[in-house]
């Protein structure tokens, strides 16, 4: 697995402007690694920034200094009334273009009242599109702003990142001292073990939706703090979910639900990565479950991209797309994981024009499995 970086496809013609308005609002990277990875031009812009002693410099950017904080455009007094009435006339032009601007009038209308706070998808649309994609016109424009908005809503375990030799690798993920993701395993496994043996018939087994996804992270994950987590939340969630219902109301698997939480609460705290992935997995709504055809059309992606990941991806991306089309009611974590992936490895076929039909058809397959959790104009 390699570390996600600034240097994936971005356009030098924006590039130093947006990293330096929103690096700092997302704490993403520390200053040395934004310099190291980013153009020349926003080095030497990042070193000014942190080189100057001038108050009127420090002053003039302070909204780009202070994580998640932008004023209002009008602080002092109301928006001039001309502004306001050439912005409402604005906006119901953009509404009737046939290309989608309402990402552009969202933002500027939060910008406006100063509660824009998603500095991390301004700064993925930002680094991921490219020249090529600005020259294409509002329309394709808006278009992939939809699909890297559906990537960053669903990127609630590693992603994939494109390696230099041209293959997707599996990005590190947060790193975090072992002992605690140790314990939380340990103390789940424990728990787990309780509710398994007893005699009470409470209707959980190791081929439960919970029981799977829990042993996964305590294997396969457990250098992942950030997927165990995610894992757990969602285990956590069937569980309160399931309570009563195909489960009833047994002291084990309550004590199984509560031992979940907390480990996810402490998961949390040692890392902002970690809790900004539970929180969009929080966030994201089940509008339906996969279909017959999705399930099967799923199971040949494994073999149409396995020339372009390296072996750790395809056996993660294999792994979610088994738990997805062999499950009834797959677990959110699994269908998140697939929407943001695929939709990954659309664009990424597509922008590097390797085999324009297979990158359309995964493109397609993208936009269809996120009506999992989006509408069409999402």
Known sequence: MVRASPSQPHSPRWQPHIQLATAYHTDAWSPSEVAASSSEQ???ALERLHASNSYAYL???????????????????????????AWDTLKVQLDEDKADWSFWIDWYEAVLAGKWEDWGLVFEIATQLDDADWDKGPAHVAEQIK?????????????????EIGKWDVEQDADIP?????????????????????????????????????????????????????????????????LGNLYPEDAPLIA?????????????????LIRDRVAKLA?????????????????QVPDLV?????????????????AVSTTERPARFWRAKLVNWLNTLGR????????????????KLAHRISGWFFDGDE
């Open 42 to 44: 926003c080095a030497k």
């Open 59 to 85: 002053a003039a950017s302070a909204d780009a200094s202070v994580a998640l904080y932008w004023p209002s455009l009008w602080t002092a007094s109301a928006q001039p009334l001309e502004l306001a009435s």
């Open 147 to 163: 699909l890297i908005r559906r990537s960053y809503r669903t990127s609630v375990s590693t992603r994939l990142i494109r390696l």
């Open 178 to 242: 072992a002992e605690p993701i140790e314990f939380a395993i340990a103390q789940v496994e424990i728990a787990l073990a309780a509710a398994l043996a007893t005699d009470q018939g409470n209707g959980l087994s190791e081929t439960s939706g919970e029981t799977i996804l829990i042993r996964k992270a305590g294997s396969d994950f457990k250098s992942l703090p950030s997927a165990v987590a995610t894992s757990y939340w969602n285990a956590c969630m069937g569980l309160q979910r399931n």
């Open 256 to 272: 199984l639900q509560n031992v979940l939480y907390t480990s996810v609460e402490e998961l949390c705290a040692q890392d902002p």
């Open 283 to 299: 966030a994201l709504e089940t509008r339906r479950m996969p279909t017959t055809q999705e399930r099967e059309d799923l199971q």
């Open 306 to 322: 396995a020339e372009d990941l390296t072996a750790p991806a395809l056996e993660q991306l294999s792994d979610a797309i088994d």
């Open 348 to 363: 990424g076929l597509d922008q590097a024009q390797k085999n324009e039909k297979r990158a359309m058809w995964l493109l």
